[in-house]
């Protein structure tokens, strides 16, 4: 649930990340803050776009999809994959193991609440900028900012979100608002954490990372009566805070200068010198308590090999090959790093259910021998 509400809040940016408002860089990214351009101006260079999805739109859906940020998911993915986690890591703890088609039914419920949230949450902040984006180079040219959607429509166009997103919420058990409540804390705190310290990421992986928990109780499993489950729950939590300040550190290289040049504080101005050394730590720690989850949650070898395993192999690799000095290059290891790292995680959490899924069977028939005897 708190994924839904953090991708609502006006701060939660097109690229779901420290605030920006852009996904893919451009030549235009460090370029100075241009005078107030003309309507005409702005409208007539503007350029339907002529391949990938956006294309094959009718013409009135376009601005939508692009006010959404349809064409730039990698948001969407860094804010599922939390969730997918959690629910993987869940699934052999509920009692009885939570069923395949329960797994996929879950999975594809959180998937859907951070397309539509996340969304939601671009059209609110181009409704809060829509008087300063036409001054800048890099979003005059956004639905709102050049006239393609009035502020009336995209209200409504929210509002129709945020409808769709509470429609998904509710398939989840009722447990899942109470644990989702608490992250509205870190929700309404996040906005101001940029201006008044150089660690906003700290406080965005706080937020961003909150789905790690909310895959327990979306299994029916209750986090305050099961210890094995809150401690798992916790150290999976740490553990995606951890990765989240590391690859967001990563992305903030991408705009170090227009951030010194606007005050914007992060922790990449902040350790310009040593970032590696920062990245390097962070990856220990998400490697570590990652692997303290799996313990706690009784994981097996499938687990430690294939999750841990592949986040030592993907973040050793994209530390050491990332220019921190292009932008192209941290846009680059942003974006697949998503898949590489979180991709590799699911994927052992994944085996480990299904090893543990199929040894139900076994197990269930050699507790009922030992009752016999």
Not at 252 to 270: E, N, V
């Amino acid at each position: 649930m708190s994924k839904f509400l953090l991708a609502s809040h006006p701060s939660y940016l097109d690229r779901s990340l420290v605030g920006r408002t852009h996904l893919q860089p451009s030549s235009q990214d460090s370029a100075p803050i241009p005078r107030a351009p003309a309507a005409s101006t702005t409208t007539s260079t503007y350029a339907p776009p002529m391949s990938g999805l956006l294309s094959i739109l009718p013409s009135c859906w376009i601005p939508y999809a692009e006010l959404i940020r349809l064409d730039k998911p990698t948001g969407t993915y860094y804010l599922f994959f939390p969730c997918l986690f959690s629910t993987l890591l869940a699934a052999p703890l509920a009692a009885p193991i939570a069923p395949l088609s329960t797994v996929l039914t879950t999975t594809i419920l959180f998937l859907t609440g951070a397309l539509v949230m996340r969304g939601a949450g671009c059209t609110i902040n181009d409704l809060w900028d829509r008087n300063l984006d036409p001054y800048v180079s890099r979003t005059r040219l956004r639905p709102i900012a050049r006239g393609a959607i009035s502020p009336q429509k995209a209200i409504i166009f929210t509002g129709a979100q945020l409808l769709t997103g509470l429609a998904v919420l509710l398939q989840f058990p009722t447990s899942c608002l109470y644990y989702g409540i608490p992250s509205l804390l870190l929700v309404g705190t996040y906005p101001l954490a940029k201006r008044i310290t150089h660690y906003p990421q700290c406080i965005l992986g706080l937020t961003f990372s909150w789905g790690a928990i909310m895959g327990f109780p979306a299994l029916g499993i209750d986090l305050l009566s099961n210890t094995a489950a809150i401690t798992a729950a916790s150290y999976l939590y740490a553990s995606n805070v951890a990765w989240t300040v590391l690859y967001d550190m990563i992305y903030a290289h991408m705009d170090i200068k227009d951030d010194q040049a606007a005050g914007i504080k992060s922790i990449a101005l902040r350790h310009e010198t040593n970032t590696k050394a920062i990245l390097s730590g962070l990856a220990v720690a998400q490697i570590g308590l990652l692997a303290t989850a799996g313990v706690a949650a009784g994981a097996g070898p499938v687990f430690f090999v294939g999750s841990c395993g592949s986040a030592a192999l993907t973040l050793g690799w994209t530390i050491t090959r990332v220019n921190l000095k292009d932008v192209r290059d941290c846009w680059w290891w942003f974006r697949y790093g998503c898949w590489f790292t979180g991709g590799g995680i699911a994927t052992g959490l994944f085996g480990d259910y299904l090893a543990r899924l199929l040894g139900e069977p076994r197990r269930m028939r050699h507790e009922a021998g030992g009752e016999q005897d």
